[in-house]
């Protein structure tokens, strides 16, 4: 899967966090301009982590804080279980 088509359904999916409150681009934070609290990062990393049929190393989490970041790594992890 490409780095496009992550970025798509996360924007897809970020979307009924915000209800439409904050336009989402690579550069938005997560905790801080989407402010998502703990139990809403947690629901969309599961969500995540379905949908890609990944699984999320907790370690990485400090390196995620925009939009990107998450694009980003979620491209490795996939890029990885195919390997």
Not at 15 to 31: K, Y
Not at 59 to 80: G, H, R
Request: hydrophobic share 45%; charged share 30%; aromatic share 6%.
């Amino acid at each position: 899967m490409e780095y496009k088509d992550i970025l798509a359904q996360l924007y897809e999916e970020l979307a009924s966090f915000t209800h439409g409150r904050v336009a989402v681009d690579e550069e938005t934070e997560l905790a801080g301009q989407l402010d998502l609290d703990s139990l809403q990062i947690m629901n969309l990393l599961l969500f995540i982590e379905d949908r890609f049929d990944i699984s999320i190393p907790v370690s990485i989490l400090p390196d995620i804080k925009t939009v990107k970041d998450l694009a980003i790594q979620v491209e490795k992890l996939i890029q990885s279980s195919e390997a």
